[in-house]
């Protein structure tokens, strides 16, 4: 995850445990660039030219030209078809944000922000949490990876999440400020900054979200993701490790690189999205034309997380996932799924469990340690876990369900509890470690980085 979170993660995963996306089109999901002073950012070529890899969904380069400001320009990427046409909505989708032209006209120097620490490293860039040097402000400031293996071309997740970050403003999506460069012509977000992301929270926490702190957050998250789908824009990859927090309780969504787009009806797209835990059945079986259920389907996820403190589905491969998620809430059918037999991934030979069990897992009154979820809150986690992507729940309907509205009641953004941020302890308990004396207080030293490796939020 390249999020400007304060928690400390792991460079790279090797597992989807890891809160890290294992993009099988990572290294091909890119398009040619260059940088200009003409224009800030100029990304793509012009003329049609090919982007490279055969993953990417077709007419993914893209370019952003000074004035190109019309109503029904396709800023994003001129949404794909299956055989290649471009297809312009005008009307349809929202104008192209102005603020994103002339953010990469008017450039800053990265030199004007003081980098204090790494905060994280992802796929596709690094972020350092910094610091405003007029301001004074504390800033997340993220490194585009502009050079890969393959290419010395831009990524296209990196363009699609700077264009899209600039052309949102929303409580719950996470704010780019501006967008600055180096002597180098190396490209950096410089976003807001949170202390924590959600999946590094459950994992530290002794207990489990209370049920109104879990209300207050999927409420969040749902606004979010409403704004998102509201502005025909499918995130793609939402999970517990992109979803940040900070100390005032407030939610934010963030890495948009998987993000774009969409029409109406849907065009076909590029199956391989979304992290393997969190990735909807139609997914899982072929599907090249999807809609925001895929994200609906994360939400449900990402509920039964925080109320579990663990993924629901825990799958190794995209086999595995199936199966797990047969297992829980039973194998669909073309009763329950009409159509599921024509998706390319589908088998007879799958496992047969007609029961579903998800019940089990979210009972009402519980005496040995499973979640409880009342019967308006269950109703909330099966629309969101609804097999058929038509009958799955929508981000307006759900955030009107009457889950929200029965006691307990949501707790608002100001009285979330506090967590430290976990990057902060990290650094104090490793400055004492730094500062002992390695023969003298061997068992201080022990002692203070098993407290490294344990620091839990209460």
């Not at 504390?138 to 490194?143: D, E, Q, S, Y």
């Not at 109104?212 to 990859?237: A, F, I, T």
């Not at 759900?398 to 006691?407: G, K, N, Q, S, T």
Request: glycine share 6%; charged share 25%; with cysteine.
């Amino acid at each position: 995850m390249d999020s400007p979170s304060g928690t400390l993660l792991d460079g790279k995963a090797s597992s989807p445990e890891s809160g890290e996306f294992q993009r099988e089109d990572s290294e091909r999901d890119r398009a040619e660039s260059s940088v200009t002073d003409e224009v800030g950012l100029f990304i793509g070529r012009a003329g049609g030219e090919e982007c490279s890899g055969n993953e990417l969904d077709n007419n993914d380069c893209m370019e952003i030209i000074d004035g190109e400001d019309e109503t029904g320009v396709d800023y994003q990427s001129g949404l794909d078809s299956e055989d290649g046409n471009e297809v312009h909505l005008k009307g349809e989708l929202p104008p192209p944000p102005q603020r994103s032209v002339n953010m990469l006209q008017e450039c800053r120097s990265v030199f004007e922000y003081d980098r204090l620490n790494k905060i994280n490293e992802g796929a596709y860039g690094v972020v350092y949490r910094a610091r405003d040097k007029k301001t004074g402000e504390i800033v997340a400031l993220k490194k585009m990876k502009m050079k890969t293996a393959e290419t010395d071309g831009f990524p296209m997740s990196a363009l699609r999440e700077i264009n899209i970050l600039l052309s949102f403003h929303h409580p719950s999506i996470v704010d780019v400020k501006e967008v600055v460069m180096d002597d180098f012509g190396t490209v950096y977000m410089v976003m807001e900054y949170m202390e924590h992301d959600l999946k590094r929270l459950i994992e530290l926490k002794k207990q489990s979200f209370s049920l109104s702190e879990v209300k207050g957050l999927m409420l969040q998250l749902l606004e979010g993701v409403q704004h998102l789908h509201h502005n025909w824009v499918l995130h793609r990859d939402l999970k517990t490790s992109n979803i940040l927090l900070n100390d005032n309780g407030e939610l934010k969504i963030c890495d948009f690189g998987l993000s774009r787009q969409y029409a109406s009806p849907s065009k076909p797209y590029t199956q391989l999205v979304v992290t393997l835990w969190y990735r909807a059945p139609e997914l899982l079986l072929g599907t090249k034309q999807y809609s925001t259920a895929i994200d609906m389907w994360s939400v449900g996820c990402i509920m039964a997380e925080l109320l579990a403190k663990e993924p629901l589905f825990q799958g190794k491969t995209e086999l595995d996932q199936l199966d797990k998620i047969f297992r829980i809430l039973g194998t669909p059918n073309k009763m329950i799924w009409p159509g599921v037999s024509n998706l390319p991934g589908f088998k007879a030979n799958f496992v047969k469990q007609p029961y579903n069990l998800l019940r089990k897992k979210f009972p009402a009154t519980s005496f040995t340690g499973f979640p409880v979820l009342s019967d308006s809150g269950f109703d909330l986690l099966s629309k969101l876990l609804t097999y058929d992507p038509e009958k799955r729940i929508t981000a307006e309907a759900a955030l009107d369900h009457d889950w929200f509205r029965e006691v307990p009641l949501p707790k608002c953004e100001g009285f979330m509890p506090f967590f430290p941020a976990q990057h902060a302890q990290d650094r104090r308990l490793q400055r004492i470690i730094d500062s002992l004396d390695p023969i003298e207080e061997p068992q201080s030293k022990n002692l203070l980085q098993g407290s490294l490796i344990l620091v839990v939020c209460s």
